[in-house]
């Protein structure tokens, strides 16, 4: 039997091991600091229910997708799939997107039924960042406010910094983060490629109880009809 040209492209996606330090990961949104809350409404694309980051009960049933329990990727052409794994606990802490000269970080959290987060977590992230060292700017990006950074790069030359683009969506209980780095940051043909990419993610929140803030928890691939040889996990 052929395969879909969907399937063919899942076997094309390349899905490695990472190993991280709990202070390697750039923001650590379920550790900031608590503040006074000044705005708990939803921040989302008036289409996100249509054109994504969609939720599982939105997203198309017989789509093919690499499931890694907390997100689901569509795998394309060129695209390169790293999952950050915390050393200590072993546990993926975050998945990290190859494609378009670009890197996309996403991080999937519970979130309260009724409230958002981002508005909230935008301005933490902020502070984190000065507190770093570097600079940071808010603008009205393709899925509202977002923050646009420049990191000092640890090691580095002085003054050295990168630049990042922090994105975030509410959802029905949950809250996906974004960081955005690579020519995403600069071009505007790749940014257009990774906020696509941004928007194909399914968010898979589960019915257990979670607190706000949370990782859901996020997983190797999971065995089903999109896997193919290439897209096993190789240590790295």
Do not use: C
């Given at each position: 039997?052929?395969?879909?040209?969907?399937?063919?492209?899942?076997?094309?996606?390349?899905?490695?091991?990472?190993?991280?330090?709990?202070?390697?990961?750039?923001?650590?949104?379920?550790?900031?600091?608590?503040?006074?809350?000044?705005?708990?409404?939803?921040?989302?694309?008036?289409?996100?229910?249509?054109?994504?980051?969609?939720?599982?009960?939105?997203?198309?049933?017989?789509?093919?997708?690499?499931?890694?329990?907390?997100?689901?990727?569509?795998?394309?052409?060129?695209?390169?799939?790293?999952?950050?794994?915390?050393?200590?606990?072993?546990?993926?802490?975050?998945?990290?997107?190859?494609?378009?000269?670009?890197?996309?970080?996403?991080?999937?959290?519970?979130?309260?039924?009724?409230?958002?987060?981002?508005?909230?977590?935008?301005?933490?992230?902020?502070?984190?960042?000065?507190?770093?060292?570097?600079?940071?700017?808010?603008?009205?990006g393709p899925?509202?406010?977002?923050?646009?950074?420049e990191i000092?790069?640890?090691?580095?030359?002085?003054?050295?910094?990168?630049?990042?683009?922090?994105?975030?969506?509410?959802?029905?209980?949950?809250?996906?983060?974004?960081?955005?780095?690579?020519?995403?940051?600069?071009?505007?043909?790749?940014?257009?490629?990774?906020?696509?990419?941004?928007?194909?993610?399914?968010v898979v929140?589960?019915?257990?109880?979670?607190?706000?803030?949370?990782?859901?928890?996020?997983?190797?691939?999971?065995?089903?009809?999109?896997?193919?040889?290439?897209?096993?996990?190789?240590?790295?």
């Amino acid at each position: 039997m052929r395969k879909s040209k969907r399937a063919q492209q899942a076997a094309e996606v390349a899905i490695d091991i990472e190993q991280v330090d709990g202070d390697d990961v750039e923001i650590d949104v379920s550790g900031l600091d608590e503040v006074e809350v000044f705005d708990d409404s939803k921040s989302a694309p008036a289409d996100r229910a249509e054109e994504g980051p969609l939720d599982e009960t939105e997203a198309n049933p017989v789509r093919p997708y690499v499931d890694l329990g907390g997100v689901k990727i569509v795998p394309r052409e060129g695209l390169h799939l790293r999952l950050e794994v915390e050393e200590g606990s072993k546990r993926v802490v975050a998945v990290g997107l190859d494609f378009a000269k670009s890197t996309l970080q996403v991080q999937p959290f519970a979130a309260p039924r009724s409230a958002g987060l981002w508005n909230e977590i935008r301005g933490q992230i902020s502070e984190q960042i000065q507190r770093q060292g570097g600079a940071t700017t808010e603008i009205d990006g393709p899925f509202g406010p977002e923050v646009r950074a420049e990191i000092p790069v640890m090691g580095g030359d002085a003054g050295h910094t990168r630049l990042a683009r922090f994105v975030g969506v509410d959802g029905p209980r949950w809250f996906l983060r974004g960081v955005i780095a690579g020519d995403a940051t600069v071009d505007d043909d790749a940014a257009a490629k990774i906020e696509e990419l941004f928007r194909s993610i399914v968010v898979v929140r589960g019915s257990n109880p979670m607190a706000p803030r949370d990782l859901i928890p996020l997983s190797m691939p999971k065995a089903g009809p999109t896997d193919a040889p290439g897209t096993t996990p190789s240590q790295v």
